[in-house]
């Protein structure tokens, strides 16, 4: 379980006491963007999809959709990258 905001970070925490597990991951690290939203959506078979942006691209700034796998260890990537 994860905690979210519209940051770039997301920390990981433990479900029955809230407590933090880990460092805060910041998502920028993985994928190309500098913000998302707290609130993703989860589809049935558990990939995660979720919007935010990049402020860094060559053509200014963009919205962009991230995919993450349902597979623990995946890799997030954009799939919808738009101006």
């Not at 905001?5 to 991951?25: F, K």
């Not at 995946?74 to 101006?83: C, L, P, T």
Request: net charge positive.
């Amino acid at each position: 379980m994860y905690a979210l905001t519209e940051t770039c970070y997301l920390q990981r925490i433990n479900p029955e006491d809230l407590s933090v597990i880990g460092d805060r991951t910041n998502i920028s690290d993985y994928v190309a963007m500098n913000s998302a939203t707290a609130h993703p959506h989860v589809l049935p078979d558990g990939t995660v999809i979720n919007v935010g942006n990049n402020w860094r691209h060559k053509n200014g700034p963009h919205y962009c959709f991230m995919k993450v796998p349902p597979v623990s260890g995946g890799e997030g990537k954009i799939i919808i990258f738009k101006r």
